[in-house]
């Protein structure tokens, strides 16, 4: 990665932190109703994944997926206008905090049902390799979608996600089939208010992948270049017809589960101990360190993130209510 991408990087991390912390104080003041799944102390997941793909690659999310949109490369303004519930977001204002899509840049949805996107992206990555191995039309065409014959897709989801029937089931088929997918587990320790060792029998989801007969890492969630390498690889497997991989990051959430979940299961100290090992920090202080980050260039880049996290919540507020006529429109089921 050339200095360019590591300052673009370190930004986006520092966008989607900011973002978050703005949305915690919109819902808490009330202005955006509901609740809401905040990805703070996740960032060097997301980012790092993202540093390591190409635009044409796929991506499921989960319920704490804003983090994952940004990360892809989505207009912050957008997003932050699905989650005011307008008409200029994403969704239309229809997906809200879990459920939000964008085509434009790969990103196949959100999910409120864990694991939900497990499935899905195991059929997005048969579907990328039916059309890259379909015979040629008499014009010279094969399928639908020839823009992502290599394409690979990546699929959140954290380790309560790796307990449900529907995780089993799609790897076993990825690893049958041997499907372009990268399963991204992040483990960030607990399952709603359910510490780790309490509902799996193995304390690294990883190990799981022999199973599968697919390769299983454990990265340091926390550490933006690990996280890049290891997908860079596993992207470079399934790209050459190699099959998938299973990456469990040991990650944590600084904030509770939901904007309702007050942290009573964890103490105030474990919070602290990862958050001295904060992903933008060590970030930030391996470029300071390097000489590609400037003290002055870091204080620049957070005062222009700040900047668009309040244009976007200015766009989000003065952007239109969805029109009630067209409730149905685009509804499949």
Known sequence: MDDKQLLADYRRMLLIRRFEEKLDSLFTSGVIKGTSHLYAGQEAVAVGVCAALRSNDFMTSTHRGHGHLLAKGADPKRVMA?????????????????????????????????????????GAALAVQMTASAPLTKDGHAGRNRAHPDAVVVCFFGEGGASIGMFHESLNMAGIWKLPIIYVCENNLYAMSVP???????????????SYGMPGVIVD?????AVARAVAEAA???RAGEGPSLLEAKTYRYYGHSKSDKREY??????????????????GTKLL??????KDAQLQALHEVDAEVEAAVEFADNSPEPDPAAVLDEVFA
Not at 196 to 210: C, F, G, N, P, T
Not at 289 to 294: A, F, Q
Request: glycine fraction near 14%; proline fraction near 2%.
């Open 221 to 225: 969630g926390c550490d933006y270049f």
């Open 266 to 283: 964890r103490t105030r100290e474990e919070e602290a101990s990862w958050k001295n090992r904060d992903p933008i920090l060590l970030l």
């Open 82 to 122: 699905e989650l005011f519930g307008k008409s200029t977001g994403y969704s239309k204002g229809r997906g809200g905090s879990q459920h939000t899509a964008c085509a434009a840049v790969g990103f196949l949805g959100s999910n409120g049902i864990t694991g939900g996107g497990i499935p899905i992206a195991t």
């Open 196 to 210: 780790l060792h309490e509902e799996s029998a193995v304390q690294d989801i990883a190990h799981r992948a022999e």
């Open 236 to 238: 470079a497997r399934a």
């Open 289 to 294: 360190e390097t000489d590609v980050l400037t």
